[in-house]
């Protein structure tokens, strides 16, 4: 099946400086590319949805300021979390489909991100 | 609005008992209903899925059927192994709709010898 990748697996920095998540689909043109944040023992919440070559559209209460993200390749999404804080720690996961709607959307093994 | 209601774990079983977790959804319209399961330090994979009502979602053992009069889509199996224990993620998506896909809280099984 369809394989999506994260880099890195797991990252730790201090608070104030940003960090680059990368999600790839390995197989598949992913025309669109969905982010989510998973919080302890709580559910995946969709933060934005990208489109390749599109600015991304984000979900009511996610700043897109904080939560850059790029989708400049077919294959290659990137999340950078600007000014990292502490409360921005948590489990990034990154899913992608194909083209059309009725695709399946395939998901990555997310990024555990900790900001001391 | 859209949400998916999943029954709290964590769910701790004996290898080989009947499993059984509930969801229940809301939804403006006529969605597809999945089942996602999540490794320990793993992403989510596709379990099964469900299209329209009355459909019936299998894989691996596990079963759920697409029930539209309860607004329902449990999950069951039945004889689980230690290699089942996992987290169990309901989850509904429609598709003509860019497929943003709204999950439930999780459901944490743990299934011993």
């Known amino acids: 099946g369809a394989v999506v990748s994260q880099h890195p697996s797991r990252v730790i920095c201090k608070s104030g400086t940003s960090v680059k998540i990368e999600c790839r689909s390995l197989?598949?043109?992913?025309?669109?590319m969905f982010w989510y944040r998973q919080f302890p023992k709580q559910s995946l919440m969709l933060m934005a949805t990208s489109n390749e070559g599109s600015k991304a559209t984000y979900e009511q209460g996610v700043e897109k300021d904080k939560f850059l993200i790029n989708h400049a390749s077919l294959t290659l999404s990137t999340l950078t979390v600007t000014s990292a804080h502490p409360e921005d720690s948590s489990f990034y996961i990154c899913?992608?489909?194909?083209?059309?709607?009725?695709?399946?959307?395939?998901f990555g093994p997310g990024t555990r991100l900790l900001v001391l | 609005g859209n949400s998916v209601t999943q029954m709290e774990g964590p769910v701790t079983l004996s290898e080989e008992a009947f499993l059984t977790i509930n969801c229940t959804y809301t939804?403006?319209?006529?969605?597809?209903l999945f089942w996602y399961v999540q490794y320990p330090g793993e992403g989510l994979q596709l379990l099964l899925k469900a299209t329209k009502a009355d459909d019936k979602g299998s894989n691996k053992g596990f079963e759920a059927t697409y029930r539209k009069e309860t607004t329902s889509f449990h999950l069951e199996k039945g004889s689980v192994q230690v290699s089942d224990s996992a987290v169990y993620f309901c989850?509904?998506?429609?598709?003509?709709?860019?497929?943003?896909?709204?999950f439930g809280t999780g459901t944490s099984l743990t299934v011993i010898p």
């Open positions: 197989d598949f043109q992913a025309t669109t």
């Open positions: 939804a403006t319209g006529y969605p597809s």
């Open positions: 899913s992608a489909r194909g083209r059309y709607y009725q695709e399946t959307q395939y």
């Open positions: 989850a509904l998506s429609f598709s003509n709709t860019g497929n943003q896909f709204y």
